[in-house]
């Protein structure tokens, strides 16, 4: 039989207290899970900046950004400035030459490239949408107190080689939000929203993972952070430099405001030639 050494038969121990200590989290009433789900919330909310957090009016990052396709094919990788008007107002442009920009509005979203400014499709607005609802950000700052969730504490876990709680927050319409927060700092280490398709009755998973946290203006935010779906990965960002509170108008984020730059880039012009080569 071979002998085990004092690290192993530490690190055993130490699965045993923690299998334990799972074993007791799983014996919590409904009402003592939910308010501690709850509290690990606040206690989140206060360490990404309380107040500077949920008061925040708008974001402005430069970033590299990595977009990943079929079978997590690179898709683009390149630089990036991303504008978000909260709730729901986003405005990326891409390259240095920000002549290639993505805008949404709520239900509405349109794209400049260089053939022009076009509608998006209701694929791409209904893609933005389910990504915007499905974000801790959204989540924390304008539904946590929606009386129709339903919070409950899924005991703690190594994420990432961090320390963590998780909790679970059931948000009706066959979600389910999945948080992973760091028990030493607070702050979402990881998070993962589970849907369930209504016909097919198959489960999809979403995560974001966050990573490399800077206090930016009160508000603490991660500089790198992975988006994969079905565990594949489709979107990785690392941030360079980031403000919050610029003063950011909804006019920046409408189909007029990329007819105005289409016109700055020269687009009147790339018109004219083509219409005289088609003459």
Not at 112 to 127: H, K, N, T, Y
Not at 214 to 235: A, C, S, W, Y
Request: charged residues 25%; aromatic residues 10%; hydrophobic residues 35%.
């Amino acid at each position: 039989m071979r002998v085990r050494t004092g690290f192993a038969a530490a690190v055993l121990a130490g699965l045993s207290v923690a299998a334990g200590a799972r074993a007791q989290q799983g014996v919590l009433a409904p009402a003592q899970s939910a308010a501690k789900a709850k509290q690990l919330v606040a206690e989140s909310i206060q360490a990404l900046g309380g107040q500077a957090y949920l008061g925040a009016h708008d974001q402005t990052c430069n970033s590299q950004l990595a977009r990943f396709g079929f079978h997590a094919q690179l898709d683009f990788y390149g630089q990036a400035i991303d504008y978000n008007l909260y709730p729901d107002k986003e405005r990326t442009e891409l390259y240095k030459q920000r002549n290639v920009i993505d805008v949404n509005n709520g239900n509405q979203g349109w794209s400049l490239d260089r053939g022009g400014v076009s509608d998006m499709s209701a694929d791409q607005i209904a893609d933005f949408q389910k990504g915007l609802k499905e974000s801790v950000d959204y989540l924390f700052r304008y539904q946590r107190n929606d009386p129709n969730l339903e919070y409950s504490y899924a005991g703690t876990d190594v994420v990432d080689l961090k320390q963590v709680d998780w909790v679970e927050i059931d948000e009706g319409n066959s979600l389910t939000a999945r948080i992973a927060l760091d028990q030493y700092t607070h702050l979402p280490v990881r998070a993962e929203f589970i849907s369930r398709d209504p016909e097919t009755h198959v489960n999809t998973t979403d995560a974001d993972y966050f990573s490399n946290y800077h206090r930016v203006d009160g508000i603490e935010t991660p500089f790198q952070e992975t988006m994969t779906h079905n565990g594949q990965k489709t979107l990785q960002v690392f941030i360079a430099s980031c403000s919050y509170n610029t003063g950011l108008e909804p006019s920046f984020f409408t189909r007029e405001a990329l007819e105005e730059r289409w016109k700055q880039l020269g687009g009147k012009k790339k018109q004219k030639k083509k219409k005289k080569s088609a003459d």
